[in-house]
Every structure is written in C-alpha cells, then in structure tokens.
C-alpha cells in the first residue's frame, strides 16, 4: 500500500499564518485523528496548543470539544482569554501579592497530574506577569519569603 503524504493546513492565529501537518488517515473510510481535530466546529489554534501543553491526548482534546460543542459553546481563542485575565490581575493585585500567591501555588501537589499541570500553568502565568523569574525572586527577598 502506498503512503500518502501528509496534509497541511493553513489557518491564521494571532494575526499570523501558520501551517500544521498532520498524519494520514490510518483506515480510508474513517477520517484520523489529526483529521477530525482540523476539522471540528470547536478547533482554534490556540485552544489546541492550550490542550496540548496541559499534556492532553488527542481523544481528550475531541472529548472536550465533542462535549461543548454539543452544548452549543463556541471555539475557544486563548490568547485573548490570558490577556483578559493578565489585565484584571494587573488592575486589582499588587506585584508583591502576585508573588505571594506564586509562593503558594508552588508548594501545591495533588495525586490529580491534571490538576498538578493547571496549577504550574498558573503559578507560570503569575510569574510572566511579574516581570519573570528573576523579578519574582526579588519580590520574594523583599517579602522575606
């Protein structure tokens, strides 16, 4: 049997080109994986790169999306979504206190991976809106922490 080249696709994400490649389909009647994340209703670039850093698989990312798409939500954009959310905390959190929270979401450890990912993703976000982690770390002396 011959192979098929993979597909590319293009879409554009923060104002940017950009060209994913995905597998072929491994049986010719169904589509593949990498073929139905292209295609669903749900897909964003952004929302599929948030999925994949959390380390979810491909089925859970279209479980997910197969999930809110069936309620009737609307694709995710989540770079608009972490702008949004770094200018609330800059409006209304001091950077001391960002650093504070920091120091508790680091000594954080549940036996749920997933939830261990979304609090680093946080604590990560946090430490970005501080000024990163050399800023953090003067924080920390000057808080005595």
Known sequence: MKRKRPKTYEAEHAGRKV???VPERQDDDAPGTAERIANHPMFSPSDLAYFRR????????LAFWDRDHAAGQKPVRHDKAVNSLSDALRE?????????MVAHL???RT?????????????????ELVGGPEQLNRLYD???I
Request: glycine letters at 4%; aromatic letters at 6%.
């Open 19 to 21: 060209r994913v490649t």
């Open 54 to 61: 959390k380390g979810y698989s491909d089925d859970e990312i």
């Open 92 to 100: 209304n959190l001091s950077p001391q206190t960002v650093a504070a």
């Open 106 to 108: 680091e000594s954080v």
């Open 111 to 127: 036996n749920d991976e997933a939830v261990n990912r979304q609090v680093r993703w946080f604590a990560d976000t946090l430490i």
């Open 142 to 144: 000057e808080l005595g």
